[in-house]
Nanobody, 129 residues
């Protein structure tokens, strides 16, 4: 079973940057579409970025487009989220997730939470104004 471990969260001032990383426990992770979700207190969980298993296709929510970049290193079993120009409204717990979809094409991205089968424990990101 794939286990995902996030790191890189913390406290940053508005306008600053953070880089989140997610490491998978098994090599099979390299064949799964991956995503980053976030959930703020009192709000629904949302997908902020997703990437195909090949890395050749990505998705960004409108709220982070142009500021966040998702990437993956299949050889190292990692997926990262570079977050720039952070805003107080980016404050949330961020989760890495993997979709166990062996039929996914090299450009398939998943954006719905129910399409994901494995989740990390979450890492807190706090942006102060």
């Amino acid at each position: 079973q794939v286990q995902l471990v996030e790191s890189g969260g913390g406290l940053v001032q508005a306008g600053g940057s953070l880089r989140l990383s997610c490491t998978a426990s098994e090599r099979t992770f390299s064949n799964y579409p991956m995503g980053w979700f976030r959930q703020a207190p009192g709000k629904e969980r949302e997908c902020v970025a997703a990437i195909s298993w090949s890395g050749g296709a990505t998705y960004y929510s409108e709220s982070v487009k142009g500021r966040f970049t998702i990437s993956r290193d299949r050889a190292k079993n990692t997926v990262s989220l570079q977050m720039n120009s952070l805003k107080p409204e980016d404050t949330a717990v961020y989760y890495c997730a993997a979709s166990e979809d062996y039929n996914a094409s090299y450009r398939t991205v998943r954006t719905a939470g129910h399409e994901y089968h494995y989740w990390g424990q979450g890492t807190q990101v706090t942006v102060s104004s």
